[in-house]
């Protein structure tokens, strides 16, 4: 297990220049003795550029600094509202597109871009994830728009 990880450190090493931290390997079910690689990156980082898995493994990622004020949520509103909803990513592409274009070195990215970049990868998945939870029952209804 620890050579997977090593093969992830090496494979997606160049990206602790953008933020990257790999924290290492975590049990998250000791009854079933699932593992994950752990990692840690700036809110602002294109997650196009890590897999979802590596060799078996999840990633499981955890967000390091601050968020942008479109991600605060009062503390009486926790229950009532989703840090991750699909509008305020779209609200923060919107307001800060410029800045998001210069930090990915990319000056000709375009909004759907960005919203891949930002959402995990894939923003309609994120979407439609999110969709998902709200039918289960699991995040609050939302305003998507």
């Not at 990156?41 to 294109?46: A, G, N, T, V």
């Not at 004020?69 to 919107?94: G, H, M, Q, S, T």
Request: glycine share 6%.
């Amino acid at each position: 297990m620890f050579e997977i990880l090593k093969n992830f450190e090496t494979k997606f090493g160049s990206l602790k220049k953008k933020g990257l931290r790999i924290e290492g390997l975590s049990m998250i079910d000791p009854k079933r003795k699932k593992h994950v690689i752990m990692i840690s990156k700036p809110f602002l980082f294109d997650n196009r550029q890590l897999p979802k898995s590596y060799e078996g493994l999840e990633i499981k990622s955890k967000i390091e600094g601050g968020l942008p004020e479109e991600f605060k949520i009062e503390k009486e509103a926790v229950k009532k509202d989703y840090l991750w909803a699909p509008n305020k990513f779209e609200k923060y592409v919107d307001r800060c597109s410029e800045d998001i274009r210069k930090q990915f070195g990319n000056p000709n990215m375009s909004r759907s871009e960005m919203l891949d970049a930002l959402a995990f990868g894939s923003f309609e998945d994120h979407k439609q994830k999110t969709l998902n939870l709200i039918k289960e029952g699991k995040i609050p209804a939302l305003n998507l728009n």
